[in-house]
């Protein structure tokens, strides 16, 4: 959201301090109607002790967005869910669903309303889902949703038709803007946050894929980025080069005419075909500050597409270890990997090492 990577503004799990500007301020400033709905978890909730104004719902005003329909805003995940008869806060308002309602479907329809009020003027939406995030639980279109004791029952056979009906929601917004005759100049990007959870496996081509959420292998970092934009991209194209998180906030900065700094690299160059010179590197510092499985493998590292160096020195050839199994031995490296590690090392040495952030 700041374009910036984690060492420099991230403080606690589930905050953000609010001297920090956001994507949400910079699409405001340039004239926006701007709004956020779905998973917040910025407030500090989950720190009341040590974030005194945890409980400002005013909040996601203060970083940009003039209207918000969020879950957990200051209210933790353990007062209320986000999926069945949800507890939501909006505006200012907090509002109990009704033991019918689902959280996905009354986001989606806050965003389809939204979009009908401000169609005929500029407007940027940020929608975190929160499908399809655990506890993996019945959706509308599930067979048990239909007995109500069983709309909270956490079972991996259900993540299946959460993905299923967050390609609904998706396509319904897309829909609506075809609808309302602006779909044309609307740019819509789609992306993941993390890898599937652990106890997730999926079928890919002719192998099983196990998640990886909370760790630094592929299966956790990368994920799915898709655009659509039809009156610039006519034609669909893949793209095989490296994106970092950090870039999206340039990117948007970029599509606006702001001059803005930030940590990324703008790749609106690449969706109008003007042009765009690819990432040689993306870099990660990765410190979740939460449960102890995640932080086992908290780390820094900096990557080619094909091969990876971390922090503690570990270097890893992705093409023929994509799981990171086996550090290449500096000995048995080749000339041309002994100078794609040193390239790696200066570039990792732009970065404070973690143990010097604490």
Same mark, same amino acid.
């Given at each position: 959201?700041?374009?910036?990577?984690? =060492?420099?503004?991230?403080?606690?799990?589930?905050?953000?301090?609010?001297?920090?500007?956001?994507?949400?301020?910079?699409?405001?400033?340039?004239?926006?109607?701007?709004?956020?709905?779905?998973?917040?978890?910025?407030?500090?909730?989950?720190?009341?002790?040590?974030?005194?104004?945890?409980?400002?719902?005013?909040?996601?005003?203060?970083?940009?967005?003039?209207? @918000?329909?969020?879950?957990?805003?200051?209210?933790?995940?353990?007062?209320?869910?986000?999926?069945?008869?949800?507890?939501?806060?909006?505006?200012?308002?907090?509002?109990?669903?009704?033991?019918?309602?689902?959280?996905?479907?009354?986001?989606?329809?806050?965003?389809?309303? @939204?979009?009908?009020?401000?169609?005929?003027?500029?407007?940027?939406?940020? =929608?975190?889902?929160?499908?399809?995030?655990?506890?993996?639980?019945?959706?509308?279109?599930?067979?048990?949703?239909?007995?109500? $004791?069983?709309?909270?029952?956490?079972?991996?056979?259900?993540?299946?038709?959460?993905?299923?009906?967050?390609?609904?929601?998706?396509?319904?917004?897309? $829909?609506?803007?075809?609808?309302?005759?602006?779909?044309?100049?609307?740019?819509? /990007?789609?992306?993941?946050?993390?890898?599937?959870?652990?106890?997730? =496996?999926?079928?890919?081509?002719?192998?099983?894929?196990?998640?990886?959420?909370?760790?630094?292998?592929?299966?956790?970092?990368?994920?799915? !980025?898709?655009?659509?934009?039809?009156?610039?991209?006519?034609?669909?194209?893949?793209?095989?080069?490296?994106?970092?998180?950090? $870039?999206?906030?340039?990117?948007?900065?970029?599509?606006?005419?702001?001059?803005?700094?930030?940590?990324?690299?703008?790749?609106?160059?690449?969706?109008?075909?003007?042009? @765009?010179?690819?990432?040689?590197?993306?870099?990660?510092? =990765?410190?979740?500050?939460?449960?102890?499985?995640?932080?086992?493998?908290?780390?820094?590292?900096?990557?080619?597409?094909?091969?990876?160096?971390?922090?503690?020195?570990?270097?890893?050839?992705? $093409?023929?270890?994509? !799981?990171?199994?086996?550090?290449?031995?500096?000995?048995?490296?080749?000339?041309?990997?002994?100078?794609?590690?040193?390239?790696?090392?200066?570039?990792?040495?732009?970065?404070?090492?973690?143990?010097? /952030?604490?």
């Amino acid at each position: 959201m700041t374009g910036l990577y984690n =060492y420099r503004n991230y403080d606690y799990f589930g905050h953000l301090n609010t001297d920090q500007y956001t994507f949400g301020n910079l699409m405001q400033d340039a004239g926006y109607a701007t709004c956020i709905v779905g998973k917040w978890q910025l407030n500090g909730a989950y720190h009341k002790d040590n974030i005194l104004d945890w409980n400002d719902n005013t909040k996601p005003n203060s970083f940009g967005f003039d209207e @918000y329909c969020l879950w957990q805003l200051t209210k933790s995940g353990s007062e209320g869910g986000r999926y069945a008869a949800p507890l939501i806060e909006q505006n200012g308002e907090l509002i109990k669903g009704k033991m019918d309602d689902y959280g996905p479907d009354l986001f989606v329809n806050y965003i389809m309303e @939204y979009m009908e009020r401000k169609k005929d003027s500029p407007f940027f939406i940020y =929608y975190p889902m929160v499908l399809v995030h655990d506890p993996f639980v019945p959706t509308p279109d599930s067979k048990d949703w239909e007995q109500v $004791d069983l709309r909270k029952k956490n079972d991996t056979t259900y993540f299946k038709d959460m993905v299923s009906y967050a390609d609904i929601i998706v396509g319904s917004i897309r $829909d609506k803007l075809k609808a309302l005759n602006i779909e044309d100049n609307t740019i819509i /990007i789609f992306t993941g946050d993390n890898g599937t959870h652990p106890t997730i =496996y999926s079928k890919m081509a002719n192998s099983i894929v196990q998640g990886a959420k909370g760790n630094t292998i592929d299966t956790g970092t990368h994920v799915p !980025l898709i655009v659509s934009w039809p009156q610039a991209i006519k034609k669909g194209f893949v793209y095989n080069e490296l994106i970092e998180f950090s $870039d999206f906030f340039p990117t948007l900065a970029d599509i606006v005419g702001k001059e803005t700094p930030s940590d990324g690299k703008s790749f609106y160059p690449l969706l109008k075909g003007t042009g @765009y010179k690819a990432r040689n590197t993306a870099f990660v510092h =990765y410190d979740p500050q939460w449960g102890k499985r995640v932080n086992q493998y908290r780390n820094q590292f900096v990557r080619t597409l094909g091969y990876k160096l971390y922090q503690d020195g570990k270097f890893f050839n992705l $093409d023929k270890d994509p !799981l990171e199994k086996h550090p290449i031995h500096p000995d048995s490296l080749t000339g041309e990997e002994k100078k794609t590690k040193q390239f790696l090392m200066d570039e990792l040495k732009k970065h404070p090492k973690w143990e010097s /952030i604490k």
